[in-house]
């Protein structure tokens, strides 16, 4: 008998062939009615694959008495309630590494997509502006610029070497500091005081919703950027849309947001904003692995062996 397992969101084709392979899946999103699902698979679930948002809350473990796995396809596990899964002796897992190179070539494209202007320019290219009021505004260089790192963790860190190789400096904050030649910052404001390009790629959850708030924004003046690529929960939004309304930042380059994929109109009409789909990971290769991963954690359980990446 193939053990049963739900999946909160919808994945990518092949991974769920891959599962559809090895377990019985039910699938919570195509549920009209999520109480009346949960309670007829309640007692033969032993597994739950989520995706993205469509995490696990404290409510949903509270459903399933016999859940041993959560498998998480994504490196954030933001919508799992982790204490409430220690709690119940529920293993999680997640999607890191396979994902690194991917997300910092996006945020490297974000930083400079929003100081070059590059969506900006070519609409006004393909408005016909080119021919009829002459060339583009001059924009701003990446070169000799300080990119703030918030959260240098494994992408955060591929991100750095990647902005070191286009000629700009570095400096970091992070929970702790680490053993690199890089200028440390205490704390939030100071890294964006010291900073013309404050890059998000902490974490989200409790411990770092809004830390980039108003004092933040100021600190990194009208001249300074911010670019994100980790959680929209990290940024004051409405602090954000204000300041870049008012011109108290110069810009911002944004892969996350608040309400995904339903986020505040108000962003559609900024000019001197960047916007991306969260579409960090999202190539074949990368997303394609991923999927690869959060099977053969759900495999390795299933089989008695411990999983391959945990969150401890
Ligand atoms: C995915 C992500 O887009 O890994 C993450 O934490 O945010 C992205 O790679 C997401 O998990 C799926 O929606």
């Given at each position: 008998m193939k053990p049963e397992i739900i999946v909160t969101?919808?994945?990518?084709?092949?991974t769920q062939e891959a599962l559809d392979r090895i377990f019985t899946c039910h699938k919570l999103y195509e549920a009209a009615d999520h109480l009346a699902f949960l309670r007829q698979h309640a007692q033969q679930v032993r597994a739950l694959a989520t995706f993205g948002a469509s995490g696990a809350d404290a409510a949903l473990m509270d459903q399933?008495?016999?859940l041993e796995i959560i498998s998480n396809f994504g490196v954030g596990v933001d919508a799992i309630d982790l204490a409430a899964a220690a709690k119940r002796r529920i293993i999680v897992t997640n999607t890191p590494e396979v994902l690194t190179e991917c997300v910092a070539d996006t945020a490297m494209a974000l930083v400079l997509a929003t100081l070059r202007r590059l969506p900006q320019s070519e609409n006004y290219l393909r408005a016909g502006q080119w021919g009829t009021r002459g060339a583009y505004p001059l924009t701003t260089s990446l070169g000799g610029k300080t990119l703030g790192v918030l959260g240098l963790g494994r992408i955060g860190e591929a991100i750095a070497k990647r902005a070191e190789a286009f000629g700009m400096k570095l400096r970091y904050h992070n929970r702790s500091r680490k053993n690199l030649a890089w200028p440390y910052e205490p704390d939030v404001v100071s890294l964006a005081k010291n900073s013309d390009v404050?890059?998000?790629a902490a974490p989200g959850g409790p411990q770092t919703?809004?830390?980039?708030n108003a004092a933040v924004?100021?600190?990194l003046g009208p001249q300074g950027f911010v670019v994100n690529i980790a959680r929209g929960s990290l940024i004051d939004e409405p602090a954000l849309l204000r300041y870049l309304r008012e011109g108290r930042i110069a810009g911002a380059g944004l892969d996350v947001f608040d309400n995904e994929?339903?986020?505040?109109?108000?962003?559609?009409s900024l000019?001197?904003?960047v916007l991306l789909p969260h579409v960090g990971s999202a190539t074949e290769?990368?997303?394609t692995a991923m999927g690869a991963l959060q099977v053969e954690n759900l495999q390795l359980h299933f089989a008695g062996k411990p999983v391959k990446t945990p969150v401890t």
């Open positions: 969101g919808r994945l990518l084709p092949r399933l008495p016999k404050l890059l998000v919703q809004r830390i980039v924004l100021d600190a994929p339903k986020i505040d109109p108000a962003w559609f000019d001197n904003a290769e990368t997303r």
